[in-house]
């Protein structure tokens, strides 16, 4: 993804973000918390974690981990079998590379 992308999203997420917490002053967390774009928002950002651009994995996590404070584990349960698995699949993946390239070899 080019820089050019990844500033786009960002600026999309943030001026949702914004829109969001307005509302959340306005007429409750919980009841902003129940709609369908905080879903889609929560998705979006759940599916950028494993991105290879480090820098964008970084705020997506400081992202995530913010909602969570609010978020986890009342409304939003799957989070953390979500992360569980996430961190599984790269251990997983990390062990597969590593495998490949002859670091786990015995000599």
């Given amino acids: ?9 960002a ?7 914004t829109e969001l917490k307005r509302q959340a002053g306005n007429e409750g967390v919980h009841v902003y918390l129940q709609q369908p774009k905080v879903r889609v928002i929560r ?12 820098k964008l994995c970084t705020a997506t996590s400081m992202a995530v981990a913010a909602i969570a404070v609010y978020e986890w584990p009342e409304s ?3 989070l953390l079998l979500f992360l569980l ?8 993946m990390n062990e ?10 015995t000599r």
């Fill in 1 to 9: 993804m080019d820089l050019e992308i990844e500033n786009r999203i």
């Fill in 11 to 17: 600026a999309i997420l943030l001026k949702e973000a």
């Fill in 43 to 54: 998705g979006l950002l759940l599916s950028t974690l494993d991105d290879p651009n480090r």
């Fill in 76 to 78: 939003w349960p799957d």
């Fill in 85 to 92: 698995k996430l961190i599984g699949d790269q251990t997983s």
């Fill in 96 to 105: 597969g590379v590593e495998k490949e390239r002859g670091c786990n070899s």
